[in-house]
């Protein structure tokens, strides 16, 4: 028979207490550091879909976190139009407003433009005459789509070929 004897004196007592205070700290702290997280993704996407809402685009944004604490990349999945052709010059100014707004560092935004040409739905706008927009980049999508089914090979003389 075994008789196991437990004593805690008053040193034993404290240090446990401390650890568990501890372990209960840092609970605490990884709870927080994750909510911190989530806002700033939440004030990322808010901000970025709220800058393209007021110039007209409709965008869907995804904000992922790097490894860092306030490293974040983003992906913006938006129609193809044409005044985001050269979208690079719009990312560093994003970059620079989200820095300024949120005070979070986005290292990196990456561009998603889906296109589909379906070519009986391009037909049926084409009837319709649907395809009036202020932005020619559908149009430009669409002529290239019906060019290409057709080879043509032209004259051009040295003057045109200079323009």
Request: charged content about 25%; some cysteine; glycine content about 2%.
């Amino acid at each position: 028979m075994f008789t196991l004897t437990l004593t805690l004196d008053s040193l034993a007592v404290y240090i446990v207490a401390a650890d568990v205070l501890i372990l209960l700290t840092y609970i605490l702290y990884i709870f927080q550091r994750n909510r911190k997280i989530e806002k700033s993704i939440k004030n990322i996407t808010d901000f970025i879909t709220d800058y393209f809402t007021h110039t007209g685009a409709e965008v869907r944004v995804t904000c992922f976190k790097l490894d860092g604490y306030k490293r974040f990349v983003t992906l913006i999945e938006s129609q193809p139009l044409k005044r985001f052709r050269y979208s690079n010059v719009l990312e560093n100014n994003l970059i620079s407003h989200i820095y300024q707004k949120t005070g979070n560092t986005v290292e990196k935004i990456y561009w998603r433009f889906p296109v589909v040409i379906d070519r009986d739905a391009l037909i049926a706008a084409e009837v319709q005459n649907d395809m009036a927009s202020d932005d020619s980049y559908f149009l430009d999508i669409h002529a290239a789509a019906d060019e290409s089914s057709t080879y043509k090979v032209s004259d051009a003389s040295w003057d045109e070929f200079n323009k």
